[in-house]
């Protein structure tokens, strides 16, 4: 839709450049129903038309047009028709002036004369037919060094870039751990967990349970103390290094929980504590499928506000063990993606 008229002045100066002829009538069947006071008339507009395609006019095919003015609120409203064979295109121009809604409408037909021959040309043009049996050219296997002419560059094979694509799966992971520290000699357990992946990045929830360990008072003493240990919370990944094997770096906030039961002492008593633990390391994993996976880890295990571990007996309240800070964790284990 045409709504400036400057546009259509400017679109006119760039058909001024074209020689005119003034004895070459334009190739347009025009239906002018425009009146009012300095409107301008059908013989008018034509002739502007004529100035428009100038020594093209000769060359060109008849098209039919029709305008068609009407009044509303913001002024004076044109619609143009044209159609050129099986071509049909309706453009639109609104001014207050009537003689700039006729100059829009004679750059409106001269446009679509030029646009009629333009595609006439191009049905038009001669296919390149060779006389006499063709001789295919002689074929060159080696790859020319030479650089393209100027003006000419050489199409190069590209592939097709692809997209990427955040990589999200959820999956389930079951492991072997080992302590060193935590309790009063080293320890095993197993660890499960459900991970959250996204590309690189992993977060879990991991619970543990560990193997059961007993500590006597004293190395001869068959009185003593049996230690059992759950862990749960929450650890995340980042492994930017390596696409099939990699490498990167795990942090973890789990709650740890430790029951002590006495055994071979008089009216054995049993205690518990709760305490939060920080653990940090490294992590290195290598894919087996692009569903499954395999990995180690291990960390440092910083416990924060222990509890003293103590153990009532007849006498007296006897302190058992004192977690260790840092403690060391090493995880192996597998993992797998559901979906």
């Not at 309790?183 to 992946?197: F, K, M, N």
């Not at 009532?312 to 006897?318: H, I, K």
Request: positive net charge; charged residues 25%.
């Amino acid at each position: 839709m045409l709504r400036a008229v400057a546009c259509c002045v400017g679109l006119a100066w760039a058909f001024r450049s074209r020689a005119v002829r003034a004895d070459a009538p334009p190739p347009v069947d025009l239906e002018w129903q425009v009146e009012g006071v300095g409107c301008p008339t059908r013989d008018a507009v034509l002739g502007r038309v004529r100035q428009l395609v100038g020594s093209d006019a000769a060359s060109s095919p008849r098209i039919h047009g029709s305008a068609v003015m009407t009044r509303n609120e913001r002024g004076l409203s044109l619609v143009v028709r044209v159609r050129s064979g099986d071509v049909e295109d309706t453009r639109t121009a609104e001014s207050r002036s009537c003689a700039a809604l006729g100059e829009a409408a004679a750059i409106i037909l001269a446009t679509a004369i030029d646009a009629a021959r333009e595609r006439q040309e191009a049905h038009d043009s001669p296919s390149i037919v060779a006389d006499g049996p063709a001789t295919p050219p002689a074929r060159d296997d080696s790859r020319s060094t030479k650089p393209p002419p100027p003006g000419r560059s050489r199409r190069e094979h590209r592939p097709p870039t692809q997209k990427t694509t955040t990589k999200i799966a959820v999956g389930v992971g079951a492991s072997a751990l080992f302590d060193f520290g935590t309790l009063p000699r080293p320890t095993a357990g197993i660890e499960l967990a459900v991970h959250l992946g996204v590309d690189r990045w992993r977060v879990a929830i991991a619970g543990s349970l560990w193997q059961p360990r007993e500590q006597t008072f004293t190395e001869r003493s068959p009185r003593g103390a049996r230690f059992e240990v759950l862990t749960l919370g929450g650890l995340g990944c980042w492994t930017p290094l390596g696409d099939r094997f990699r490498v990167g770096a795990c942090a973890e906030l789990d709650i740890t929980r430790l029951q002590i039961s006495g055994f071979g002492i008089r009216r054995p008593s049993s205690t518990r504590g709760i305490w939060p633990t920080v653990r940090a390391g490294l992590i290195a994993e290598a894919r087996l499928h692009r569903a499954a996976s395999v990995f180690i880890r291990t960390d440092a295990a910083f416990a924060l506000a222990v509890p003293r571990i103590v153990l009532s007996t007849v006498g007296d309240a006897v302190s058992l063990h004192e977690v260790g800070s840092p403690a060391f964790h090493l995880t192996i284990g597998g993992r797998a993606d559901v979906f």
